[in-house]
Nanobody, 115 residues
């Protein structure tokens, strides 16, 4: 079993920054990929950014140039640095971990950007 602990969400003004963290613990087989998703009220959950064990990254078009995903493999921790935040970034952000045989979701952390 894998537990995911997210932190770093909160309320920020437009143009501000936040850094999300996701720490994985438990019985962790090699992690294939880690991702951040988000879900705004009334909308479907969407992929924000992902990073593989080899460090390859991908981003949603809406966050390219503003968000940066990174990971510390030794700590099994993933980060999302979010800069130049916009009100439309307001959502619950979820950590996702893909192992060889299983996948896990975090409980979510609220990010609210005020205009």
């Amino acid at each position: 079993q894998v537990q995911l602990a997210e932190s770093g969400g909160g309320l920020v003004q437009a143009g501000g920054s936040l850094r999300l963290s996701c720490a994985a613990s438990g019985t962790i087989s090699p992690i294939y990929a880690m991702r951040w998703y988000r879900q705004a009220p009334g909308k479907q959950r969407e992929l924000v950014a992902g990073i593989t064990s080899g460090g390859n990254t991908n981003y949603a078009d809406s966050v390219k140039g503003r968000f940066t995903i990174s990971r510390d493999n030794a700590k099994n921790t993933m980060y999302l640095q979010m800069n130049s935040l916009k009100p439309e970034d307001t959502a619950v952000y979820y950590c996702y971990v893909l192992l060889i045989l299983n996948q896990y979701w975090g409980q979510g952390t609220q990010v609210t950007v005020s205009s």
